[in-house]
């Protein structure tokens, strides 16, 4: 019947409506694909087939395909956007069902997975803390609190270090000076006298008529200074001057004469002597003249004789007068004047000579002044029993009166005073408090001196402990009587101090004839086996000293807190010997400073509390002769001492070290529990080319905030931080399918499998035949408008045609029924 198939025709024609209507509707719709009708005829056949005049029955719909072509791509700014270029789905979890999408609308849900707009989440693959993607899919969830920190526990270094550098070190020797004079007490006053004779009491005017009769006498010096002799003194005509004058009545005008002859001697072959007359007016009209020698600190003697009978009228009477006083001389360190040889490496031979009583700091300072030779000095003493009878008495320590009335106060105040009276001196109470120890770092002489009111008051005062002790006490009346106190007229102790000297290379030092002081008898200095000498680094490396070390560079690295601190390497090149077989060729020592401290281990031979700090710790680097890291001789580097401390050195309470013997090993175990890190050099080189760092890293950062995320090709998901780290934190899974078209669809641009699309191959995208991922883009229906209008229009023609159809049929029907 036409009906029939009339009705197929219009039933297709809007089934093709309402795909092309679909397909419209959809057009703008992220991810969509569209569908096309696929139609087929239908015949009416039987058991024996439909014969060869069949006419068909009409039409019927055989399947509503979709087409799975690639939509266009469009960039947005948002960094979850994703599209797909190439074959696969984007896989997403509804509580449990797994859909497929091309819509790649993605956000963060609020607790940090990937879902798209019906809160789906997107799978893909996680990554551990290193950035290793596994193999197992599952929901992909963004962290998005702050990214904990991580401890350093890698360095790599990657160098060129410049051959043509030189070897900054040599080897030289050095010896301490231990004469018998080192550390000797002396005791004596503090200021020097001079030798003194005084004269007899006289009166002016005198009765001598020196007209007829001279007043003569003769004045004898002997002094170890020199100018020594005799002088013959005569008042009267025989002096030239006319009587008149000579009367003498004016007491500076004796003195003046007497001075005149002693200073120009008038007799033959006589020469001056160092000795002055004094005129002393002792008041109530009474006189003397005394008698002074010139050189402080000498014991000379002043002699009178020979003198006229009548020279008593000026208090000559030699008879009469008193013994004379002898200098007496200051108290020094006691070391006598010494000569040193030293020689250069050429052989030239220049003598250094030290003045009696030089101290140690001006030794040291004019040793300084002579090539090849450096020279400190050091001078110790230590006070003990303190004895104040009244609480009052006080210290004078060159020079400077302490207020402390006991030893514990006096430590406090030396201290303080180390930078402005006391330069240098510094002073160090025993546990016990029974005795103090003062050093004057410069090795200036020690002066000690006490103040007190009451006599009996003293102190002990040690240099050397094999030199014994002097004991200084108070003698407040002046009377020489200090309460039993042999030493009685000790005003200051004084303690000289030592040198450390240092020769440079192949320069040597000698004294053939020594007088011991404060250089002992050296010997022979180029004798290996003198004691005397030891063998010592010269140059040696210190990090604040520039010379000392050929390259430097320095990067940042974390402790387990975050906290950030700077790691610095210092690299000094090592000689080479071929006679010593310990050297090596192209060796250099690496030096590792954290925030300016030392990291080594400690050194458990030294005494407490030495045994526990930090030591000066070197790493060996040798290298090929063709300039390649020798990593057969080169070991294995930690750092196993290193303790976090803030900016002010307070610690920073993150985690310590673990130190070697405590079992601090390479490779760091992971999780690590210590501030322990290993440094590797490997792709070091030794070219003759300038110190260059080619790169450097460590794996440590400090805390961070999530501040942008990044999506590769491959569908990885790095994210971003404030700390400057980027962290690798999954990857976006893709499925295929063997019939994409099979696949069944469930709204909302999401297909689900069944039997006709077969299982899913789920993998990375960029992987077999999976496209690549492009971020902050996405991809848009693959609908072609204009082509579904035309569709649309044909759809509508058909639809009209199959009902002219019916039309048709129906008026033959009418026109059957109408016959009669």
């Given at each position: 019947?036409?009906f029939?198939?009339?009705?197929?025709?219009?039933?297709?024609?809007?089934?093709?409506?309402?795909?092309?209507?679909?397909?419209?509707?959809?057009?703008?719709?992220?991810?969509?694909?569209?569908?096309?009708?696929?139609?087929?005829?239908?015949?009416a056949?039987s058991?024996?087939?439909?014969?060869?005049?069949?006419?068909?029955?009409?039409?019927?719909?055989?399947?509503?395909?979709?087409?799975?072509?690639q939509?266009?791509v469009?960039?947005?700014?948002?960094?979850l956007?994703?599209?797909?270029?190439?074959?696969?789905?984007?896989?997403?979890?509804?509580g449990?069902?797994?859909?497929?999408?091309?819509?790649?609308s993605?956000?963060?849900?609020?607790?940090?997975?990937?879902?798209?707009?019906?809160?789906?989440?997107?799978?893909?693959?996680?990554?551990?803390?290193?950035?290793?993607?596994?193999?197992?899919?599952?929901d992909?969830?963004?962290?998005?609190?702050?990214?904990s920190?991580?401890?350093?526990t890698?360095v790599?270094?990657?160098?060129?270090?410049?051959?043509s550098?030189?070897?900054l070190?040599?080897?030289?020797?050095?010896?301490?000076?231990?004469?018998?004079?080192?550390?000797?007490?002396?005791?004596?006053?503090?200021n020097?006298?001079?030798?003194?004779?005084f004269?007899?009491?006289?009166?002016?005017?005198?009765?001598?008529?020196?007209?007829?009769?001279d007043?003569?006498?003769?004045?004898?010096?002997?002094?170890?200074?020199?100018?020594?002799?005799?002088?013959?003194?005569?008042?009267?005509?025989?002096?030239?001057?006319?009587?008149?004058?000579?009367?003498?009545?004016d007491?500076?005008?004796?003195?003046?004469?007497?001075?005149a002859?002693i200073?120009s001697?008038?007799?033959?072959?006589?020469t001056p002597?160092?000795?002055?007359a004094?005129?002393?007016?002792?008041g109530?009209?009474?006189?003397r003249?005394?008698?002074?020698?010139?050189?402080?600190?000498?014991?000379?003697?002043?002699g009178?004789?020979?003198q006229s009978?009548?020279?008593?009228?000026?208090?000559?009477?030699?008879?009469?007068l008193?013994?004379?006083?002898?200098?007496?001389?200051?108290?020094?360190?006691g070391?006598?004047?010494?000569a040193?040889?030293?020689?250069?490496p050429?052989g030239?031979?220049r003598?250094?000579n030290?003045?009696a009583?030089?101290?140690a700091?001006?030794?040291?300072?004019?040793?300084?002044?002579?090539?090849?030779?450096?020279?400190?000095?050091?001078?110790?003493?230590?006070?003990?029993?303190?004895?104040?009878?009244?609480?009052?008495?006080?210290?004078?320590?060159?020079?400077?009166?302490?207020?402390?009335?006991?030893?514990?106060?006096?430590?406090?105040?030396?201290?303080?005073l180390?930078?402005?009276?006391?330069?240098g001196?510094?002073?160090?109470?025993?546990?016990?408090?029974?005795?103090?120890?003062?050093?004057?770092?410069?090795?200036?002489?020690?002066?000690?001196?006490?103040?007190?009111?009451?006599?009996?008051?003293?102190?002990?005062?040690?240099?050397?402990?094999?030199?014994?002790?002097?004991?200084?006490e108070a003698?407040?009346?002046?009377?020489?009587v200090?309460?039993?106190?042999?030493?009685?007229?000790?005003e200051?102790?004084?303690?000289?101090?030592s040198?450390?000297?240092?020769?440079?290379?192949n320069?040597?030092?000698?004294?053939?004839?020594?007088?011991?002081?404060?250089?002992?008898?050296?010997?022979?200095?180029?004798?290996?086996?003198?004691?005397?000498?030891?063998?010592?680094?010269?140059?040696?490396?210190?990090?604040?000293?520039?010379?000392?070390?050929?390259h430097?560079?320095?990067?940042?690295?974390?402790?387990?807190?975050?906290?950030?601190?700077?790691?610095t390497q210092f690299?000094?090149?090592?000689?080479?010997?071929?006679?010593?077989?310990?050297?090596?060729?192209?060796?250099?020592?690496?030096?590792?400073?954290?925030?300016?401290?030392?990291?080594?281990?400690?050194?458990?031979?030294?005494?407490?509390?030495?045994?526990t700090?930090?030591?000066?710790?070197?790493?060996?680097?040798?290298?090929?002769?063709?300039?390649?890291?020798?990593?057969?001789?080169?070991?294995?580097?930690?750092?196993?001492?290193?303790?976090?401390?803030?900016?002010?050195?307070?610690?920073?309470?993150?985690?310590?070290?673990?130190?070697?013997?405590?079992?601090?090993?390479?490779?760091?175990?992971d999780?690590?529990?210590?501030?322990?890190?290993?440094i590797?050099?490997?792709?070091?080189?030794?070219?003759?080319?300038?110190?260059?760092?080619?790169?450097?890293?460590?794996?440590g950062?400090?805390?961070?905030?999530?501040?942008?995320?990044?999506?590769?090709?491959?569908?990885i998901?790095?994210?971003r931080?404030?700390?400057?780290?980027?962290?690798?934190?999954?990857?976006?899974a893709?499925?295929?399918?063997?019939?994409?078209?099979?696949l069944?669809?469930?709204?909302?641009s999401?297909?689900?499998?069944?039997?006709?699309?077969?299982?899913?191959?789920?993998?990375?995208?960029?992987?077999?035949?999976?496209?690549?991922?492009?971020?902050?883009?996405?991809e848009?229906?693959?609908?072609?408008?204009?082509?579904?209008?035309?569709?649309?229009?044909?759809?509508?023609?058909?639809?009209?045609?199959?009902?002219?159809?019916?039309?048709?049929?129906?008026?033959?029907?009418?026109?059957?029924?109408?016959?009669?």
């Amino acid at each position: 019947m036409p009906f029939d198939t009339a009705l197929s025709g219009i039933r297709a024609a809007s089934n093709d409506l309402s795909v092309t209507g679909n397909n419209i509707a959809n057009a703008s719709t992220t991810g969509f694909k569209g569908s096309r009708v696929e139609f087929g005829d239908v015949y009416a056949t039987s058991v024996l087939g439909s014969g060869s005049n069949a006419i068909g029955s009409g039409v019927q719909v055989q399947d509503v395909s979709q087409r799975f072509v690639q939509g266009n791509v469009t960039f947005t700014d948002q960094a979850l956007d994703m599209a797909i270029n190439g074959n696969g789905f984007f896989v997403l979890n509804n509580g449990g069902e797994i859909l497929y999408s091309r819509a790649g609308s993605f956000g963060l849900n609020q607790e940090g997975f990937i879902v798209n707009n019906t809160d789906e989440r997107l799978q893909g693959f996680s990554a551990d803390d290193d950035g290793n993607i596994g193999g197992i899919s599952g929901d992909i969830q963004i962290e998005t609190s702050n990214l904990s920190p991580r401890r350093t526990t890698s360095v790599s270094s990657v160098l060129n270090i410049d051959a043509s550098e030189p070897v900054l070190q040599t080897v030289g020797r050095r010896f301490e000076t231990e004469g018998n004079e080192v550390g000797v007490t002396r005791a004596g006053r503090i200021n020097a006298t001079t030798t003194e004779q005084f004269g007899g009491v006289f009166t002016l005017p005198l009765a001598n008529d020196f007209n007829t009769t001279d007043i003569s006498f003769e004045l004898q010096l002997s002094a170890a200074s020199g100018n020594n002799g005799t002088v013959n003194i005569n008042l009267g005509t025989a002096d030239g001057v006319p009587a008149q004058v000579n009367s003498f009545n004016d007491l500076r005008t004796l003195a003046s004469v007497i001075n005149a002859q002693i200073f120009s001697p008038t007799a033959p072959g006589q020469t001056p002597v160092d000795v002055v007359a004094n005129a002393v007016d002792l008041g109530g009209g009474n006189y003397r003249i005394d008698f002074q020698a010139l050189v402080e600190g000498e014991p000379s003697q002043i002699g009178i004789d020979f003198q006229s009978g009548n020279a008593d009228q000026i208090g000559l009477n030699v008879g009469a007068l008193p013994p004379g006083v002898p200098g007496v001389p200051a108290v020094s360190n006691g070391y006598p004047a010494q000569a040193i040889d030293i020689t250069d490496p050429d052989g030239l031979t220049r003598t250094f000579n030290t003045p009696a009583g030089a101290s140690a700091a001006a030794t040291a300072a004019s040793l300084n002044r002579v090539q090849g030779v450096s020279a400190t000095a050091v001078t110790e003493a230590t006070l003990s029993n303190f004895n104040s009878l009244a609480g009052d008495m006080q210290v004078i320590l060159n020079g400077s009166l302490l207020a402390s009335d006991n030893l514990s106060e006096m430590a406090v105040e030396i201290n303080s005073l180390t930078n402005s009276s006391l330069p240098g001196v510094s002073a160090v109470l025993d546990p016990t408090g029974t005795s103090l120890t003062i050093t004057s770092a410069g090795g200036e002489d020690i002066t000690i001196a006490i103040a007190s009111v009451n006599d009996g008051d003293n102190l002990t005062v040690t240099g050397d402990p094999e030199a014994g002790s002097q004991v200084i006490e108070a003698d407040f009346n002046n009377d020489g009587v200090t309460a039993g106190n042999s030493n009685a007229t000790t005003e200051q102790i004084v303690v000289g101090g030592s040198l450390e000297v240092t020769l440079d290379e192949n320069y040597e030092i000698s004294n053939p004839n020594p007088v011991i002081g404060l250089f002992q008898p050296l010997g022979d200095s180029s004798d290996p086996l003198n004691p005397i000498f030891e063998r010592v680094t010269l140059n040696e490396f210190d990090p604040n000293d520039q010379a000392t070390y050929n390259h430097a560079t320095s990067l940042t690295l974390f402790d387990s807190l975050g906290n950030s601190h700077i790691m610095t390497q210092f690299f000094v090149k090592q000689s080479f010997d071929p006679d010593d077989v310990l050297s090596q060729r192209n060796h250099w020592e690496m030096f590792v400073q954290v925030d300016g401290q030392d990291v080594g281990d400690p050194d458990t031979s030294l005494p407490p509390p030495d045994n526990t700090l930090p030591t000066q710790n070197g790493y060996d680097l040798f290298f090929n002769e063709d300039g390649s890291l020798n990593e057969l001789l080169t070991p294995e580097m930690l750092v196993s001492n290193w303790t976090p401390v803030d900016a002010d050195g307070n610690l920073t309470q993150a985690a310590g070290p673990q130190n070697v013997l405590a079992g601090g090993a390479v490779p760091i175990p992971d999780p690590p529990s210590s501030s322990n890190f290993a440094i590797s050099f490997d792709g070091t080189t030794q070219f003759g080319s300038e110190f260059s760092v080619n790169d450097v890293d460590q794996n440590g950062f400090t805390t961070g905030r999530l501040s942008g995320l990044n999506i590769d090709r491959d569908g990885i998901i790095f994210a971003r931080f404030t700390n400057g780290e980027s962290q690798v934190l999954g990857q976006v899974a893709l499925a295929d399918f063997r019939n994409q078209e099979g696949l069944q669809p469930a709204g909302n641009s999401r297909w689900v499998e069944n039997f006709e699309s077969g299982p899913p191959n789920i993998a990375a995208a960029n992987t077999g035949a999976l496209g690549t991922i492009q971020s902050s883009a996405l991809e848009e229906s693959n609908v072609d408008l204009s082509a579904e209008l035309v569709k649309l229009i044909i759809a509508q023609r058909n639809y009209q045609a199959n009902a002219k159809t019916i039309e048709t049929a129906n008026a033959v029907t009418q026109t059957i029924i109408n016959l009669r």
